[in-house]
């Protein structure tokens, strides 16, 4: 079956730094764009980053442009999350997704598969 695992969550202070992976399985992974969505308490979903399967093309949500950076290593089926100059407002649980599309997407029915998620905590 399909498995999206993250990690590197975890607590920092403001202006840190932390690297979000995520590792896939049971999919053809380099054929399928992906993506990061975080979602803070009492709050919906929301877009973070997401990377093509096609020429490597990224998309980032403008509250994180130019702090965080994604990536791909598509021989070890694996996706990741640089975040540099971490505010308190990142404070969220944050998820990797997988889309069975060929462009980078920001809504979250674009996605067919989800892992359980990684919590991400700033302090100030």
């Known amino acids: 079956q399909v498995q999206l695992v993250e990690s590197g969550g975890g607590l920092v202070q403001a202006g840190g730094s932390l690297r979000l992976s995520c590792a896939a399985s049971?999919?053809?992974?380099?054929?399928?764009?992906m993506g990061w969505f975080r979602q803070a308490p009492g709050k919906e979903r929301e877009f973070v980053s997401a990377?093509?399967?096609?020429?490597?093309?990224?998309h980032y949500a403008d509250s994180v442009k130019g702090r965080f950076t994604i990536s791909r290593d598509d021989a070890k089926n694996a996706v990741y999350l640089q975040m540099n100059s971490l505010k308190p407002e990142d404070t969220a649980v944050y998820y990797c997704a997988a889309g069975p599309i060929p462009t980078t997407r920001r809504a979250t029915y674009d996605y067919s598969y989800w892992g359980q998620g990684t919590q991400v905590t700033v302090s100030s």
């Open positions: 990377i093509s399967w096609i020429g490597g093309s990224s």
């Open positions: 049971g999919i053809t992974f380099s054929t399928y764009t």
